[in-house]
DNA sequence: GATGAATGAGCGTTCATTCAT
DNA sequence: CATGAATGAACGCTCATTCAT
């Protein structure tokens, strides 16, 4: 409070700031949905946030860069999205199977967010830098799935869980993708009842013997 | 037939039309592998391909359109290999736990191949009618599955078939990519363990009762 | 003769090429003789000599290799007059003072060209790989002063020929900038007369003793 | 005098600002030094002299300016080093020999500090106006030469004074030049007796009869 | 058909300069 | 006086595409 007294120029600076990068984001984002990655140019994004080029260069190195922020906030913001999911998940009093729907319905909930943010994120994959970021957030989603999911271990005949996590982890993504792109009409409903199968039958399979 | 006799010069020209098509197509591959979709060029295609620039817009209208023909053929190729190794499959007197394997073998053969091809699509893919047209040629390998699973089905306890291949072909295509580029250390033997563990139990379900 | 017949349509390409690199040199040189290098932009260049950017960047491979090109031609042809002024001098029944009376009449002849280049020369020279070169050119000059003066030699009282020849050229260089960029008013006949005296008796000295 | 006392707060402005167009011309020296006039930038300027791009137009109008008033400051030194010398010399006693001698001796003296400077100033010479300003300079090195050397004058066979001065001057001027750029392994000691050697029999040369 | 010289819009980026604070 | 965010003209250069030969 007394801060924000004593320093009101530099923190309005800093509100300048913030918002000439959202601006630039923001354009960036559009320009990548409506034309795709080889559309994009520095100009066109000046010109859509309403900065001048000169500013753009104040703020970000060189183009790559802007695309680089946009998936890092993207990418970053898909797996937070998940990780809180997940810690937010009641799992009291459930048994596996109730514990695997109910992540599998929260899987599915805001699917057209997801659609944007996933179709963007396939037209702006540029190098396999960004993948390997993407990958660093994943690991966070698995770390968090094997926490929430630790009190059922003991029940379950799995030799490695690290293995098992990634499974899931990229099955899941991996069918994601197919509900993005996939042929029109599939049955989200459907979709969800099938994973929730997939998941739970892989978890709780039968033993060996 | 009566026609090449009639018109072998004509055919000749479409030999060369042909092999010229090929020289592009090749050429564009091999820049994409070394250079990307960003250091592509038609200047350097015809440099590459050994043909001057006039006559490569005499059998491409535009630049893109020849990244195009090489998704579609890449693309192709792929599943093609898929639909070849699905119906080569023997499963004469075998039960499904080990029809699931011989597939899943199968599977994971060839992934140095793969993962090279999967890379340059990956940087290659540029607008949603590539991702459009994969998705035929990956319902080419669903329905190929269908079939040779076929046998199966009666003692199975799956309700609606179509969304179960949806199901399994996308795990499988995210864990595919899961592998391409996840970290580093990944033992592709215990992959391939883990899927066939998570296709097998996901088709022999227990019923709900 | 017959060759020009033969291939009469390549011959024409190269004329054209060379027609457009001549376009570009002369458009270059009048440039920077307006407005000087930092005034020089390879927009600039194709605006004047009629062509498109496109066309320069078929000819040289960046703005600098055009500089790079002027200059060679530039310092060659000064080199190329000297020389062949030097090895056009008829000494035959001259003395020494007369020798070197008419080397300094013929070297102060077309001084106004020479004006017009060496102002060039000093507003372009960018880098010390110019300087460089241009030495490479004053050997040729000093070699063949070397020798036509070579009849001389054994009536002077001279130890070392090569240190005395780069003397005389590096001084000569250096009245010459003087002359072109010195106060107003020097009388040019009688900067001819002194350079005369100063060279003979350079190289007629007395002996020591 | 006066001044100082009754306005000691104004005088320390301009202290302050003598100061900060020290540190421009400073850190505009380092600049071309390190990276040549054309890495040369005022945003550059600014970050090595400690101040902001405002500040640097409160005392040059232009980057031009700045590059102007270094080049003024560069060549007065060079000839105030050449003046000082000059008046500095003991000649008490010195025949003419001996006395080009010193000077020359001189004159090769601090020759790796010239060598910098001049292949900085070559580098940066940008207009005729430069040339022109560096003449200025010269023409008071040619009088404190002039008047020097006027002892030995009366003994001297020679015509025009002024002519002669400005020979010698831009001979030597030629020369250094010469050995700042020439090619490797050419022996300053040699150099400085052969000029000793040029000037000497310039000077004392034999009557025309 | 095949050629490749020519085109010029457009790119990413720099940097001298201004001006509100 | 000092600041530095903002500007935008201009730069060097690329490259998809055309068309006369």
Same mark, same amino acid.
């Given at each position: 409070?007394?801060?924000?007294?004593?320093?009101?120029?530099? =923190?309005? !600076?800093?509100?300048?700031?913030?918002? /000439?990068?959202?601006?630039?984001? %923001?354009?960036?984002?559009?320009? +990548?949905?409506?034309?795709?990655?080889?559309? #994009?140019?520095? *100009?066109?994004?000046?010109?859509?946030?309403?900065?001048?080029?000169?500013?753009?260069?104040?703020?970000?190195? *060189? /183009? %790559?860069?802007?695309?680089?922020?946009?998936?890092?906030?993207?990418?970053?913001? !898909?797996?937070?999205?998940?990780?809180?999911?997940?810690?937010?998940?009641?799992? %009291?009093?459930? *048994?596996?199977?109730?514990?695997? =729907?109910? !992540?599998?319905?929260? &899987? &599915?909930?805001?699917?057209?967010?997801? /659609?944007?943010?996933?179709?963007? @994120?396939?037209?702006?994959?540029?190098?396999?830098?960004?993948?390997? @970021?993407? +990958?660093?957030?994943?690991?966070?989603?698995?770390?968090? #799935?094997?926490?929430?999911?630790?009190?059922? @271990?003991?029940?379950? *005949?799995?030799?490695?869980?690290?293995?098992?996590?990634?499974?899931?982890?990229?099955?899941? /993504?991996?069918?994601?993708?197919? +509900? !993005? &792109?996939?042929?029109?009409? @599939? =049955?989200?409903?459907?979709?969800?009842? %099938?994973?929730?199968?997939?998941?739970?039958?892989?978890?709780?399979?039968?033993?060996?013997?």
């Amino acid at each position: 409070m007394a801060k924000a007294k004593i320093n009101p120029r530099k =923190d309005g !600076l800093q509100d300048r700031a913030r918002d /000439k990068v959202n601006f630039i984001i %923001e354009a960036t984002t559009q320009l +990548l949905e409506e034309k795709g990655l080889s559309g #994009l140019s520095t *100009n066109k994004i000046v010109e859509r946030a309403g900065i001048s080029i000169g500013t753009l260069y104040q703020y970000f190195p *060189n /183009k %790559e860069s802007i695309v680089h922020h946009l998936l890092q906030k993207l990418f970053n913001s !898909l797996a937070d999205d998940m990780v809180k999911t997940i810690h937010g998940l009641d799992l %009291e009093g459930l *048994n596996l199977k109730q514990a695997v =729907d109910l !992540l599998m319905g929260r &899987f &599915f909930t805001n699917h057209e967010t997801q /659609k944007k943010l996933m179709s963007q @994120f396939l037209l702006s994959v540029v190098s396999v830098e960004h993948l390997k @970021f993407m +990958l660093k957030n994943d690991e966070r989603v698995g770390k968090a #799935l094997k926490e929430k999911f630790h009190p059922y @271990f003991k029940d379950l *005949n799995i030799e490695d869980w690290d293995a098992t996590i990634f499974i899931i982890l990229y099955a899941l /993504k991996g069918i994601q993708f197919g +509900l !993005l &792109f996939g042929g029109p009409g @599939f =049955d989200h409903e459907r979709a969800r009842s %099938e994973v929730s199968i997939l998941i739970y039958n892989y978890l709780d399979r039968p033993s060996k013997t």
